[in-house]
């Protein structure tokens, strides 16, 4: 196993083990950015998120498909 591979499962297993506070700590940096610029970008902002939350779903779940 190469170094990007044992990478890519330490990740994996991160993600996996802390999906909940990763998406927690994605929903409070959209509500900030949000606050900040006063809704004007709120559309993307979620749109954005729940990209981000996909991405760690599908890394935190990676593992139980292979």
Known sequence: MGLMD??????????ERHEEKIDQGLDKAARMVD??????????IHSGT????????????KERED
């Open 6 to 15: 044992s990478l890519k499962n330490k990740v994996s297993q991160l993600a």
């Open 35 to 44: 606050s900040t610029t006063k809704g004007k970008y709120s559309t993307k």
């Open 50 to 61: 729940g990209k981000a939350k996909g991405a760690v779903g599908k890394m935190a779940h």
